[in-house]
């Protein structure tokens, strides 16, 4: 059964960093992209952030780029979301999201999930 378990989510000020993890078991993912993706209360899961896995190839959403870093590491079947310069909109619920075959910014092109890690940023 594939699992794949985020962690590092939090309370944490404006301004401030977290590093959330998303740990995968079941099968590896080091041939695939990863991505990450948030939903704040009322309103639509939106993506954030994928990588590639041949190059590690990195894209951005524009609210995210310069203070977000996404990256992985193979060997551990992980992926890692670095978030600096926290504003309050980025408060929300973060998911991991595995398997697309390319780097993928559509929610459907993945074929795993994480539950999600609730990510606060108070002002």
């Known amino acids: 059964q594939v699992q794949l378990v985020e962690s590092g989510g939090g309370l944490v000020q404006a301004g401030g960093s977290l590093r959330l993890s998303c740990a995968a078991s079941?099968?590896?993912?080091?041939?695939?992209?990863w991505g990450w993706f948030r939903q704040a209360p009322g309103n639509e899961r939106e993506f954030v952030a994928t990588?590639?896995?041949?190059?590690?190839?990195?894209y951005y959403a524009d609210s995210v780029k310069g203070r977000f870093t996404i990256s992985r590491d193979n060997a551990k079947n992980t992926v890692y979301l670095q978030m600096n310069s926290l504003k309050p909109e980025d408060t929300a619920v973060y998911f991991c999201?595995?398997?697309?075959?390319?780097?993928?910014?559509?929610?459907?092109?993945?074929?795993?999930w994480g539950q999600g890690t609730q990510v606060t940023v108070s002002s």
């Open positions: 079941g099968r590896t993912f080091s041939r695939y992209a």
């Open positions: 990588i590639n896995w041949s190059d590690s190839s990195t």
């Open positions: 999201a595995a398997g697309a075959v390319v780097p993928a910014q559509q929610i459907e092109q993945y074929d795993y």
